[in-house]
């Protein structure tokens, strides 16, 4: 199993930046690639953007094109999410997660561990 844990959550004027990390430890091997989502009160878990671990293919809701970039660093098992152009309605709770299956998915249950989660809030 892999343990993830979040952190870089806070409180951020909208315009503003934050960056998310995301830190994989345990049987990391089997992850292929690592994903974020969101999830706001009141709405359904969204997918934001998705890196795989061989060859850095990223991948990224049309919400956040543009202004979210996803990284990694393979030598340490982390993750980033560097967030620009914050508006209010990024406003949520931010998961990273990791997949075990070959491919690209948005789909939150194709990924099969997930970290405790970070708030984001932007304030307008």
């Known amino acids: 199993q892999v343990t993830l844990v979040e952190s870089g959550g806070g409180l951020v004027q909208a315009g503003g930046s934050l960056r998310l990390s995301c830190a994989a430890s345990g049987r990391t091997f089997r992850s292929t690639a690592m994903g974020w989502f969101r999830q706001a009160p009141g709405k359904e878990r969204e997918f934001v953007a998705m890196?795989?671990?061989?060859?850095?293919?990223?991948y990224y809701a049309d919400s956040v094109k543009g202004r979210f970039t996803i990284s990694r660093d393979n030598a340490k098992n982390t993750v980033f999410l560097q967030m620009n152009s914050l508006k209010p309605e990024d406003t949520a709770v931010y998961y990273c997660?990791?997949?075990?299956?070959?491919?690209?998915?948005?789909?939150?249950?194709?990924?099969?561990?997930w970290g405790q989660g970070t708030q984001v809030t932007v304030s307008s």
């Open positions: 997660a990791s997949k075990y299956t070959r491919g690209y998915s948005d789909y939150w249950p194709d990924f099969g561990s």
């Open positions: 890196i795989m671990w061989g060859g850095g293919s990223t």
